[in-house]
């Protein structure tokens, strides 16, 4: 049988190498978040290369996926910094995602303008 101070450290480096390892996950997680959402972003900025005519409808499904990609990167931006808070670390901040979002919106505006038009012609 330990000794109770043997036992206590032993814990307590069990307790430090798990909190280690979560913490690397975290950081890897939010690596991860910001590769995504640099993703996103260029997929955004494709749009601009698309032409109008018969294009309309692989632009609105091309933003289509986009919103979802941002819904979900948001969910995930909302539990890296659940994490954090929990870890005690410094909330980070996304502005890339904000940004997104609204880039985002008048891209599906011009888009469903452009297809209301043609399915009227």
Known sequence: MRKLPEHVTHKEETLKDERDRIETALVQKRG??????KKVKTDIQDLKDLGIKGQAIEALER????????????VEMQQINADE???EFDISEHPLLKECQEEVGPFEEF????KTHTDES
Do not use: M, P
């Open 32 to 37: 991860d978040f910001k590769e995504r959402l």
């Open 63 to 74: 933003i289509k996926k986009i919103n979802a990609n941002l819904a979900d990167l948001n």
């Open 85 to 87: 808070a929990d870890l």
């Open 111 to 114: 888009w469903n303008l452009i």
